[in-house]
C-alpha cells in the first residue's frame, strides 16, 4: 500500500514563499511520474505541477508558471513543491499524487490520471 504525506502548508502574505514536501512510502516511488494539484473551495481540482520518473521532464499549470518550482528526491522518497511569488488566488489545499502508470518518462495532467493521493495540506496566501 502507498501512502503520500503533504507538509509545508500554512498561512503566508502575499509575495510571500512557501516549501511543500510529499513523503512518499514503499519502494516503488522512484519507478512514478508525481504531480501536485490543489482545490480551492467551490473549485475543481487543478494540476499545478508535474514531473517525470528521474526528473527530467517538469510541467506546470499556466498560473504557476515561473514561480513554483517541483522536484523530487529519489534517494529520500520526497518530492517537493517550491512556490514564489505568492497571490491571494493560489489559496488552496493542495495534494500529491502518484501517476497510475509505473516508468512514465512524461508528465500526465489528468486527475484521472493518477492512482494514489495525499491528504492534502492547506496553503492560505492572505493580501
Known amino acids: 500500500q502507498v501512502q503520500l504525506v503533504e507538509s509545508g502548508g500554512g498561512l503566508v502574505q502575499a509575495g510571500g514563499s512557501l516549501r511543500l514536501s510529499c513523503s512518499a512510502s514503499g519502494r516503488s516511488f522512484s519507478a512514478y511520474a508525481m504531480g501536485w494539484f490543489r482545490q480551492a473551495p467551490g473549485k475543481e481540482r487543478e494540476f499545478v505541477a508535474g514531473i517525470s520518473v528521474n526528473g527530467g521532464v517538469v510541467y506546470y499549470g499556466d498560473s504557476v508558471k515561473g514561480r513554483f518550482t517541483i522536484s523530487r528526491d529519489n534517494a529520500k522518497n520526497t518530492l517537493y513543491l517550491q512556490m514564489t511569488s505568492l497571490k491571494p488566488e493560489d489559496t488552496a489545499v493542495y495534494y500529491c499524487?502518484?501517476?497510475?502508470?509505473?516508468?512514465?518518462?512524461?508528465?500526465?495532467?489528468?486527475?484521472?490520471?493518477?492512482?494514489?493521493w495525499g491528504q492534502g495540506t492547506q496553503v492560505t496566501v492572505s493580501s
Open positions: 499524487a502518484r501517476d497510475g502508470t509505473p516508468y512514465r518518462a512524461y508528465v500526465r495532467f489528468g486527475v484521472r490520471e493518477y492512482d494514489y
